[in-house]
């Protein structure tokens, strides 16, 4: 019997990820910069009486050249590929006359071909239960100062930088303590205490009337913050200030529908459907929204549309509290968009608060790729076509975002004490991060779900066993960044979201794998 790592490998060395140029798909790989699955170029090619047939030609790490003739010059280099090692790959495509003589250099591409999968039994095991884990990073969260702060002075602290992401950290706050009320009979109070807190300093500071964005909590926020501070820290903020990015809000009305069912406080309700009414009053006609919006007059900053799942989850789980059919519309008619723009076209671009807009593949990301594999397993699992469109996705966000081993040159020369296996966040930021590797491991584990194939749940439980790892065994911490040693130890650019993210994604890994029931 084959080892997973075998089984692997022979999917590396044969399969392709939604190849360019084949039915009409773009080349979403335009400024990708490392593979593990077989890749494809878009080279350009000449016609046949000049060039019957092309040459590729891969230089390996190691000087070794690799050869093989396609027809096309957007051929994948499943010839070559298996005699690759890992490490860094020069490729040249050539056009050869009829005499098979070379005459024209029609590209190069430079990339880093990464290690695939080893087999758990070829990683370190985990430190602790995935339970453990989870409940000790709850804790964690309960126990952190700027927690604590909340129940003290009723407003964020100051010194946390990334208070200034309102909706973002205030509802992954809210949502952790609602989670640890149910874990922790001692501090259960607290918790949703601390949870009413922060809702309602969130609410307090929500844009009233007569701005167009009333009943809205803002992105950024500088109210009862050190600036200095979040200038240093969090320096994007300053710039986008007087905007508002609308897949933002959509956080906000979960941690409030949320608590609703926690406390049965309709105000919370309240809150959450005038969130679901603004965006059902300004939905354009492609089923999405305009990416970036003016604080003051209300109108589009950039013309990029909303292409993230948070605002499907929050109108889904709206949807099913009312049970009404405009929301139901509403939610299917966001989902095609996003089928439309980002799966059929491969275009899963980056948004973050923190990052600047840009155009279609320039900052791919995991986020909505791995948040698609989850929308289809969960609401689409009857549709035999999307399925398969899901299982390819999750070979592209395996290609693209997931280290096994060695990292590209580039990566290791900026943060040689990068750690793996892990998975990236985006183009603009290629590193390892504590909430990527959790979003990508419960992708893993959805798939496993569905189609009971082991190797998904190997992939995930060793994301998983990387976690328990990199979480510090005293103080529950999972660090944001597995850069270096100054972000794992030190906490430098700690973001509390992500570590509550991963804390959740420990949780759903302990299910699967019988630890806890549920």
Same mark, same amino acid.
């Given at each position: 019997m084959k080892s997973y790592a075998e089984i692997a490998l022979q999917e590396?060395?044969?399969?392709?990820?939604?190849?360019?140029?084949?039915?009409?798909?773009?080349?979403?790989?335009?400024?990708?910069?490392?593979?593990?699955?077989?890749?494809?170029?878009?080279?350009?090619?000449?016609p046949n009486e000049l060039a019957p047939e092309f040459l590729f030609t891969a230089t390996d790490e190691n000087g070794v050249i690799h050869t093989f003739k396609a027809k096309k010059t957007s051929a994948p280099l499943t010839p070559i590929w298996a005699e690759i090692p890992t490490g860094l790959v020069n490729l040249k495509v050539?056009?050869?006359n009829s005499e098979g003589e070379p005459t024209y250099l029609l590209g190069a591409r430079t990339f880093f071909k990464c290690d695939y999968f080893p087999g758990r039994e070829n990683l370190p095991g985990k430190a602790r239960s995935y339970k453990e884990a989870a409940e000790l990073a709850f804790k964690y969260v309960f126990e952190q100062p700027m927690i604590q702060h909340w129940l003290e002075h009723g &407003?964020?602290?100051?010194?946390?930088?990334?208070?200034?992401?309102?909706?973002?950290?205030?509802?992954?706050?809210?949502?952790?303590?609602?989670?640890?009320? #149910?874990?922790?009979?001692?501090?259960?109070?607290?918790?949703?205490?601390?949870? &009413?807190?922060?809702?309602?300093?969130?609410?307090?500071?929500?844009?009233?009337?007569?701005?167009?964005?009333?009943?809205?909590?803002?992105?950024?926020?500088?109210?009862?913050?050190?600036?200095? #501070?979040?200038?240093?820290?969090?320096?994007?903020?300053?710039?986008? #200030?007087?905007?508002?990015?609308?897949?933002?809000?959509?956080?906000?009305?979960?941690a409030y529908l949320e608590l609703f069912e926690a406390t049965s406080d309709k105000k919370y309700f309240d809150a959450a459907k005038t969130i679901a009414n603004y965006y059902k009053d300004t939905v354009l006609p492609n089923g999405s929204w305009y990416l970036q919006i003016s604080k003051t007059s209300g109108l589009p900053v950039k013309f990029n549309y909303c292409a993230h799942f948070g605002i499907l989850s929050f109108?889904?789980?709206?949807? &099913?509290t009312t049970n009404?059919?405009?929301?139901?519309?509403?939610?299917?008619?966001?989902?095609?968009?996003?089928? &439309?723009?980002?799966?059929? #076209?491969?275009?899963?671009?980056?948004q973050f608060e923190d990052s600047p807009v840009t155009e279609n593949y320039y900052n791919l990301?995991?986020?909505?790729?791995?948040?698609m594999v989850k929308y289809i397993v969960d609401n689409k699992s009857d549709d035999a076509q999307l399925i398969d469109a899901a299982t390819e996705l999750m070979r592209f966000i395996e290609d693209q975002f997931v280290v096994w081993g060695e990292f590209a040159p580039w990566i290791k020369k900026a943060n040689p004490e990068v750690c793996s296996p892990?998975?990236?966040?985006?183009?603009?930021c290629y590193w390892p991060i504590d909430a990527s590797t959790s979003n990508i491991m419960t992708a893993f584990l959805k798939m496993y779900s569905l189609?009971?194939?082991?190797?998904?749940?190997?992939?995930?439980?060793?994301?998983?066993?990387?976690?328990?790892?990199?979480?510090?065994?005293?103080?529950?911490?999972?660090?944001t960044f597995w850069t270096s040693k100054k972000n794992i130890e030190e906490l430098e650019n700690f973001w509390i979201n992500c570590h509550i993210f991963s804390a959740n994604s420990l949780f759903e890994l302990a299910k699967i794998s019988k630890e806890v029931e549920g």
């Open positions: 590396y060395n044969t399969l392709s990820v939604h190849p360019g140029g084949v039915n009409g798909n773009p080349f979403w790989n335009v400024n990708s910069s490392q593979f593990t699955f077989v890749p494809a170029f878009s080279f350009p090619s000449l050539e056009a050869l &407003k964020p602290d100051p010194e946390f930088p990334h208070n200034v992401y309102p909706s973002k950290t205030f509802s992954s706050i809210i949502c952790a303590m609602i989670t640890y009320s #149910k874990l922790s009979s001692e501090n259960a109070k607290q918790a949703l205490d601390i949870a &009413k807190i922060v809702a309602d300093y969130m609410l307090s500071i929500t844009y009233k009337e007569p701005s167009t964005l009333c009943g809205l909590p803002p992105t950024y926020c500088f109210d009862n913050l050190n600036t200095e #501070k979040v200038n240093q820290i969090a320096p994007a903020a300053e710039g986008y #200030k007087d905007t508002i990015m609308t897949i933002y809000p959509a956080s906000a009305g979960l109108l889904n789980a709206f949807s &099913k009404e059919t405009i929301w139901k519309n509403l939610v299917e008619n966001y989902f095609q968009y996003l089928k &439309k723009t980002c799966l059929d #076209k491969y275009n899963f671009e980056g990301t995991n986020i909505s790729a791995s948040n892990a998975g990236l966040e985006q183009y603009f189609t009971k194939n082991r190797l998904y749940y190997e992939k995930a439980a060793a994301l998983g066993d990387m976690l328990t790892r990199m979480q510090d065994p005293k103080s529950g911490v999972i660090p």
